[in-house]
């Protein structure tokens, strides 16, 4: 069934707007920060509206569009079946093609409110060599908990990609996978919280190495990356306003 924007309620036709602007504006940071090149890579955002309309929606980038021509109106609008909300856009605007990936990780986790995915080059090479980054410096202990994991090697079309996301992640305080022979992909609690985590797996996927050219790295014990984590996850920044 094809869900059309303008019978949403009014309240939810203003949230997929400014989702729509918020998804637009944060796919300027992979250039900015050299996670992708040409079209490649995309950021998608949730919106939780399954108690209205039956089924939660994603705001993802359009296939094969530039980054310098994007613009709110032209972000896609899916159900979690991939499935493209008839909004006004123009039909030769589709999804991305890593869609079905980020709609199956939106379906398994429900803490996941943001996905990214770049093809950034330290965290690819390493994903080319299947090889996890290993936790050996405090920036990783604070941000991932732990090792940067590997996932399965899967073709992009359908939900295999997605599948080997939740099968790493499901159990992992990492909110990066590095996926076989692909590339990296991050979740977090929105989009930007997913962005933070594509720019940090590249930042440490680099400085981890070039470390290792200039000899063995140290590893964190256990102990102390879950010290880390949880003090960087529970006290860190400032306090929320009551």
Known sequence: MTLTLSEFPE?????????????????AELPRWELVVWTAGNVSQRIRCADVIGQDLLVIKPSGVSYDELAPEKMVVCTLDGVKINDGTP?????SSDTAAHAYVYSNMDRVGGV???????????AARAEP?????????????GDIPIGPFALIGDDS??????????DSRSRAVLMQNHGPFTIGNDAKD???????????????HISRQLGEVIP????????LFDRYQNVYGQPSKG
């Open 11 to 27: 309240d939810l036709q203003e949230v997929v707007a400014r989702t729509r602007e918020v998804v637009a504006k944060l796919h």
């Open 91 to 95: 039909a030769k605007l589709q999804p």
């Open 116 to 126: 990214v995915h770049t093809h950034s080059t330290y965290a690819t090479a390493w």
């Open 133 to 145: 980054v290993p936790c050996v410096l405090t920036m990783m202990a604070d941000e991932f908990g």
């Open 161 to 170: 990609i997605g599948r080997g996301i939740v099968d790493t992640l499901k």
């Open 194 to 208: 997913a962005v933070k985590a594509a720019v940090m797996v590249e930042e440490v996927a680099r400085t981890v």
């Open 220 to 227: 964190i014990p256990q102990e102390k990356i879950d010290s």
